[in-house]
């Protein structure tokens, strides 16, 4: 019989946990028995490693985070680290991993993979800047959660003609901005693939007061080459420019802990399905992810050694809708 683990990585992602479910039960269906590691690749290294059953994974599907807990963990970024951990998986006769995270767990997975351990990945990340998935686990619920707050500010916003800068998370990508910023109508987006002059965006501002708008909406990425911070510093001092008076909100882990929709649920529950059904193939080495509406294995060489493209073109569109 095989023993199957299965571990979540770095940042928690609504979803995560549906994964999770998928595995489990997919793999007791084939017959193997089922563990759980805690809090990702630090609990590879100490050996918290638990058998899951059926019952175990009940109840969780609607959770955001991820009942196994997560971590970061500089350890096993060692060959040292690894190493511990093939021992510990060894001791309990473990013989295949299936890794839910993004870049960076998928980068430890391609390295366990590389020492000849059987790895699956599962493209989990708020950020979606992870190769070899076009969307990742978590990111709609994310985006819901960043439109949900952009819809709310322009309320307050709309009462008092004023400005706000809303900082979303996103790491060195700015997806969740961009198509947050779009879906919510925002008057100006500001991300870390394109260089923005706070210059243009206080000129952007001062004609939408002047055309009558009732409150602005900024969009900032928290890796924008100017933050939230940044850019309240220079609206500080050139405040009489912009018309509107201004306000922060950054959004922060809030993002993250929201209770998964129908679609993170949905790609999770698939993608932990479909990395069962690799290893029983014995295709191992691989992300799975969904690219082009299809659940799609890539080589953990290729996913960590490619970067993912913005489409830019979004955003000189939502330049023009902000008129
Ligand atoms: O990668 C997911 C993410 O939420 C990023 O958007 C953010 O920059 C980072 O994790 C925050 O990390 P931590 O939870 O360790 O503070």
Known sequence: MKRIAVLTSGGDAPGMNAAIRAIVRTGLDKG????????????????????????????????????LGSARCREFETEEGRRKALTQMEQQGIGGLIVIGGNGSQTGAYELSRMGFPV???????????????????????????????????????????????????????????????????????????KTDPEVVAADLRAAYDNGKA???IVVAEGAQNNADGMA????????????????????????????GSFDRILGTQLGAAAT?????????????????EIT???????????????????????????
């Not at 028995?33 to 599907?61: K, Q």
């Not at 070899?132 to 003609?161: C, F, N, P, W, Y």
């Not at 960590?304 to 902000?322: H, I, M, Q, S």
């Open 32 to 67: 193997w028995e089922m563990f759980g590691v805690h809090n990702g690749y630090a609990g590879l290294i100490s050996g918290e490693i638990m058998p899951l059953g059926a019952r175990d994974v009940g109840g969780i599907i609607q959770k955001g985070g991820t009942m």
């Open 120 to 194: 699956v990945g599962v493209a989990s990340t708020i950020d979606n800047d992870l190769y070899g998935s076009d969307i990742t686990i978590g990111v709609q619920t994310a985006m819901d959660v960043a439109l949900e707050a952009i819809d709310r500010l322009k309320v307050t916003a709309s009462s008092h003609h004023r400005a706000f800068l809303l900082e979303v998370m996103g790491r060195k990508c700015g997806y969740l901005a961009l198509m947050a910023g779009i879906a919510g109508g925002a008057e100006a987006i500001m991300i870390p693939e394109q």
């Open 215 to 217: 409150h602005a909406i």
């Open 233 to 260: 510093q220079y609206f500080q001092i050139h405040r009489e420019r912009l018309g509107f008076e201004l306000r922060v909100t950054k959004l922060g882990h809030v993002q993250r802990g929201g209770s998964p």
């Open 277 to 293: 059904e690799s290893l029983e193939k014995g295709n191992k080495g691989v992300l799975m992810g969904m690219i082009k509406g």
């Open 297 to 323: 294995a890539t080589p953990l060489d290729v996913v960590v050694e490619n970067k993912k493209d913005l489409d830019l073109r979004l955003l000189e569109l939502a330049k023009v809708l902000a008129k």
